[in-house]
């Protein structure tokens, strides 16, 4: 993984998604970005796969290597270094709500947090608001290995 990740390093991505955090579950509806930076805040994930992506959520995927390329719009180069270390495609990024607003589809999360497919999203029982949770207060598991083989090469 280390030579793939020198392929494809960070700085040659032109904009990295927010990270999932666990109080994304209860921060209600997305917000156009540039509302919620004049608001004094920053976008956070949903945020931005809602208002500045171009997909739709009924979109059926194939088995590809790849996700189509123009919905990701500024994340793209992101979304494809992470598709080819990752060697799966992004799934698709939102879902419709049950009122049919749009919202981060917990999938989209899990994968780019690097869990394996539905580590979260096939646990029976947990709703749309838990998935996003549990992810967001997870960690990114190719991280928590670098850091523990750093840390013992400390001693």
Avoid: C
């Amino acid at each position: 993984m280390t030579a793939v990740a020198r392929l494809f390093p960070r700085d040659k991505a032109e904009q990295l998604f927010k990270t999932p955090t666990a109080n994304l579950a209860n921060n209600g509806s997305a917000q156009h970005p540039d509302k919620r930076k004049a608001g004094g805040h920053g976008p956070t994930l949903e945020d931005e796969v809602v208002f500045l992506l171009n997909v739709d959520p009924d979109t059926e995927t194939d088995d590809g290597p790849h996700s189509p390329a123009d919905w990701w719009g500024p994340f793209a180069k992101a979304v494809y270094r992470w598709e080819v270390i990752r060697g799966t495609a992004a799934p698709v990024p939102i879902v419709r709500g049950p009122r049919g607003g749009l919202k981060l589809a917990p999938k989209f999360a899990e994968w780019m947090m690097g869990l394996p497919d539905g580590w979260v999203t096939d646990v029976p029982g947990l709703t749309h608001q838990e998935q996003i949770g549990r992810i967001g207060n997870g960690v990114v598991p190719q991280q928590a290995y670098a850091a523990f083989k750093h840390l013992l090469t400390l001693s």
